[in-house]
């Protein structure tokens, strides 16, 4: 059974940083693309970032460009997200989730596990 777990979410000011982890298993954690999403109240699901199975390649939202960077540790089954300079608008529930293939994807339809998601609050 595949098990993704966020943790880190929390209340932050604007212009903090906070460092979501998601750790992984039930799966052959390597051989997968990893991507992190975020839903904010009453919006729809959308993409944050993406990295692929190797750590290689990473992709990201141009909302987030420039002040979020992902990460893998394979050896720990492990996927971060470092989020600095945070804003308001970037307050949702974020969700990591493993990738149906290698490489980086940004549609939610291509993610077949989900974790059930750390709150991040920014204020202002």
């Known amino acids: 059974q595949v098990q993704l777990v966020e943790s880190g979410g929390g209340l932050v000011q604007a212009g903090g940083s906070l460092r979501l982890s998601c750790a992984a298993s039930?799966?052959?954690?390597?051989?997968?693309?990893m991507g992190w999403f975020r839903q904010a109240p009453g919006q729809e699901r959308e993409f944050v970032a993406a990295?692929?199975?190797?750590?290689?390649?990473?992709y990201y939202a141009d909302s987030v460009k420039g002040r979020f960077t992902t990460s893998r540790d394979n050896a720990k089954n492990t996927v971060f997200l470092q989020m600095n300079s945070l804003k308001p608008e970037g307050t949702a529930v974020y969700y990591c989730?493993?990738?149906?293939?290698?490489?980086?994807?940004?549609?939610?339809?291509?993610?077949?596990?989900w974790g059930q998601g750390t709150q991040v609050t920014v204020s202002s």
């Open positions: 990295i692929y199975w190797s750590g290689s390649d990473t």
């Open positions: 039930g799966r052959t954690f390597s051989t997968y693309a």
């Open positions: 989730a493993s990738a149906r293939t290698l490489g980086v994807v940004t549609s939610g339809s291509e993610y077949d596990y």
